[in-house]
């Protein structure tokens, strides 16, 4: 099976909101990001997506999922990638994210705790941080250093 990943289409938006809330993750304010969000797809199938939020300088990557039935397999690893690659393309400096239950998926990344006190401000107006996301989520940051 040949998994490609590739840049979300408007017509791939219901399949990565059911990918989403089968994996347990906020949908809210994803379609506001289509633009920045990856999907990867088998055939004409949504088997994962990853996302960002993009505000100048820094990003929240979000809405990282894989299909149940695909996990463990370095498909998440893979879309983490090309979202962090996308984010450097676009002149991000500075990642944020998110997480309940995927802490210890992302410091292979760079990421590491930060408090929320500490996240750019613009980030800080995200849906995730308003309230998509529970204020129990821990908050990684990684520097990309693009200047």
């Not at 840049?7 to 989403?20: F, G, K, Q, S």
């Not at 613009?122 to 250093?145: D, H, K, M, N, Y």
Request: charged residues 20%; proline residues 3%; contains cysteine.
């Amino acid at each position: 099976m040949t998994i490609t990943i590739e840049a979300a289409r408007l017509a791939d938006l219901h399949a990565v909101l059911a990918l989403l809330e089968r994996s347990g993750l906020p949908k809210e304010g994803l379609a506001d990001h289509l633009a920045t969000t990856l999907v990867a797809r088998s055939g004409d199938e949504v088997v994962g997506s990853a996302a960002l939020e993009v505000y100048g300088a820094a990003a929240l990557l979000r809405s990282v999922a894989v299909d149940s039935m695909l996990r463990g397999e370095g498909l998440g690893y893979r879309l983490t990638r090309a979202a962090l690659d996308l984010a450097r393309h676009r002149g991000v400096a500075t990642v944020y994210l998110l997480t309940e239950t995927a802490g210890d998926f992302f410091p292979r990344f760079g990421f590491h705790p930060t408090e929320r006190a500490a996240v750019d401000p613009a980030v800080q107006q995200s849906v995730e941080f308003r309230g998509a996301c529970p204020t129990s989520a821990q908050v990684l940051v990684a520097s990309l250093g693009v200047a």
